[in-house]
């Protein structure tokens, strides 16, 4: 097994060493808060406070990590559930060492006497300052005590909502008429039941090709109402636990509510902003949605006519993505199965990776028989390209198994910072994705959505190695939550760019390139069923919003009240989407609005300078790798949106990439 120099992560675990590892990392974390704790104003350093902080999390943060991945990618599942009580238990050890009242004063000391701070020292000093009044410690003792026990309960009950949601394994069954419509491919690779009928899922792989082609409605309708009624019974009451309790803390903080808790360290500010953002859009949105309704509606009856199913004469939760497909294979004629075949995961990897190393100026190398979780997750070095120059490493974990995280994510596992000698230690992160298999009679093919979810979260992957920052606090990609999914946003459009689409696609049988046909049938639908897709983001945004400016919720009633509001449609009976909506217990809680406000900077930065210098252009990759990546969290959005436009950003480009006229 290849260890490869500076990382430090281990991955030949057992459930022992996971619980010892967890031991030692608290036994030496305390060591330090207790040291900084006990220091006299007078006696405090900048080496003494800062940085023994500093060095402190780099450390940690890499222990933490290590324990804590498990849980979402082992193939063990007791390994899982002991990184689940890891994660549980560190959790609320980061809770007791985030309130520690004396080395919260300690810093204040230390701010009252410091001077010549460098900017980055003087951001994590300030930064541990607001940190520490947002938990509290500039409170009376007994509400302090209040905040650390809800802040607890809360960490327990998002860990456990999430486990929940990994560990569903729900399977229907369905006969080979009732599945009419999908390709003759998938089919073929379902398994059995005993009585011969095809297993289906509710693991993307399965969920979403079967929605999207699948002819008869009563079998969308069953796949939808188990899909969203994941965990129901479960997770709703943790759901609605979590916005009792983040609403109790936040007026414990003097906040109003738990959103305007959030947002006041994010790019947004307050939630009228958001409110105001979201509505804004929702209006300008609604014209677009009422004409891609009226052509499902034809569709819809043109169908039931041809294939003898009764109409109901309305658009169902379970009929959006089945006509959303229709639209772009006909309206478009995207043939997303032909085109699938141009996308086998071994060239879309290669062109990826090449188009990123070109444009950031990286060299990747693959790293032979290295120690990792599962025998086809591979591993990368990632150098500069111009001084060779070690700056991190990435492993792809790309398909599904059971236990495993059922999303497409980036992990960072250990932070690019600076080590308590003085020296860098390198980023490590992890692309976590769940695309289809390979079989022995084809490899695995990537739906052009599968490709764009790689793009964006290998963008993810290479904000985190790329970044520079000294502070483990600023390390990657942390940055204010809003402008989080910009950097990934942005690179998603080379998914639409002939260019570099060409870059990583070959037919699978003998590599032979995209009909230019199809190639521009797809780029022209990019702006299919703009509306509906946009209308249910700000669905989900809006309801994040509500709920979290309310002291309870019921959250079933809520969506589908809103989701009749926003998109036309209420919630589908006897399913409560909240409950499997991951984001609301993995800290992204009152701010996925952030998906479309991000979007915003996203649209400006390519359309005002890739797409007028070169979306190859790596003089232009080169400053957005400075401007945007590089600083890593050390500096705010809005400055390096600055640096890299020349000029403060506009929602000019966001509204036309969604087919909107702008109003000058």
């Not at 080379?494 to 190639?519: F, V």
Request: hydrophobic share 35%; aromatic share 10%.
């Amino acid at each position: 097994m290849a260890t490869p120099v500076g990382n430090s992560l281990k991955w030949k675990l057992t459930v022992d060493s996971i619980g010892k590892s967890v031991e030692t990392l608290m036994d030496k974390t305390k060591l330090t808060y207790d040291a900084v704790g006990k220091l006299n104003p007078e006696d405090v350093t900048y080496e003494n406070v800062l940085k023994a902080l500093a060095d402190s999390d780099c450390e940690y943060e890499v222990g933490r990590n290590n324990v804590d991945f498990v849980q979402h990618v082992f193939p063990d599942k007791d390994l899982r559930t002991a990184s689940v009580d890891a994660d549980k238990k560190l959790s609320e050890f980061d809770v007791e060492m985030s309130m520690r009242q004396d080395v919260f004063d300690a810093i204040l000391a230390f701010q009252a006497k410091a001077s010549d701070l460098k900017p980055e020292a003087k951001r994590y000093m300030e930064r541990l300052i607001k940190l520490g009044k947002r938990n509290g410690l500039h409170l009376a003792k007994d509400v302090q005590n209040k905040v650390k026990e809800i802040k607890k309960r809360m960490s327990d009950l998002s860990i456990d909502f999430n486990k929940n949601l990994n560990e569903e394994n729900t399977v229907l069954e369905f006969s080979e008429e009732e599945l009419a419509g999908i390709q003759e491919d998938f089919i073929k690779n379902l398994e059995r039941a005993e009585n011969k009928k095809c297993k289906i899922t509710l693991k993307y792989p399965h969920y979403f090709p079967t929605m999207k082609k699948a002819r008869n409605p009563e079998t969308r309708k069953r796949l939808e109402i188990a899909f969203n009624s994941r965990c129901m019974e479960e997770n709703t009451k943790i759901l609605e636990e979590l916005i009792k309790l983040r609403n109790e803390k936040a007026k414990l903080l003097d906040y109003s509510t738990h959103a305007a808790f959030v947002l006041d360290m994010r790019m947004a500010k307050n939630p009228e902003t958001v409110t105001d953002f979201l509505e804004k859009l929702a209006v300008k949105l609604q014209p677009l949605k009422a004409k891609e309704v009226e052509l499902f509606m034809k569709y819809k009856k043109e169908e039931c006519d041809k294939y003898g199913y009764k109409c109901d004469n309305q658009i169902n939760m379970w009929d959006y993505r089945y006509y959303m497909n229709m639209v772009e294979e006909r309206e478009y004629a995207v043939d997303h199965d032909k085109l699938k075949e141009y996308f086998p995961m071994e060239i879309v990897t290669e062109g990826l990776l090449g188009i990123y190393q070109k444009l950031l100026g990286l060299k990747f190398e693959q790293i032979e028989n290295p120690d990792v979780w599962q025998d086809d997750v591979t591993m990368y070095s990632v150098k500069d390209s111009e001084s060779s120059e070690l700056i991190g490493y990435f492993y792809l974990d790309l398909y599904p198994r059971e236990g495993k995280y059922g999303h497409a994510a980036c992990f960072c596992l250990q932070p690019g910072c600076l080590k308590a000698d003085g020296s860098r230690q390198v980023a490590v992160s992890a692309m976590v994705a769940n695309f289809t298999k390979p079989t022995p009679d084809q490899p695995s093919l990537l739906t052009h959505d599968e490709v764009n979810t790689f793009f964006h979260e290998f963008g993810h992957v290479m904000h985190q190695i790329c970044a520079q920052a000294e502070f483990a606090l600023f390390s990657g990609s942390s940055v204010e939550r809003d402008f989080v999914e910009a950097p990934s946003q942005m690179l998603e459009n080379w998914c639409w760019q002939r260019e570099t689409l060409l870059q990583m696609s070959g037919h699978y049988k003998n590599s032979s390139a995209i009909p230019d046909e199809l190639l521009d049938k797809l780029t022209k639908s990019r702006t299919a069923n703009a509306g509906i897709f946009n209308l249910r983001q700000i669905l989900l945004g809006t309801f994040d919003q509500l709920i979290h400016s309310l002291p309870e919720a019921d959250s079933a009633v809520l969506y589908s009240k809103l989701s009749q509001k926003i998109i036309g449609v209420a919630a589908s009976p006897n399913t409560n989407m909240p409950a499997t909506f991951g984001h609301l217990a993995g800290g992204y809680d009152a701010q996925y609005y952030g998906y479309m406000w991000s979007e915003v900077f996203s649209a400006d930065m390519f359309i005002s300078r890739f797409k007028k210098e070169g979306v190859m252009n790596p003089k232009t990759g080169a400053d957005y790798r400075q401007c945007i990546l590089v600083p890593g969290g050390t500096k705010d959005g809005d400055e390096m949106l600055r640096n890299f436009l020349g000029r403060d950003p506009t929602q000019e480009a966001f509204l036309i990439s969604k087919g909107l006229k702008v109003d000058h």
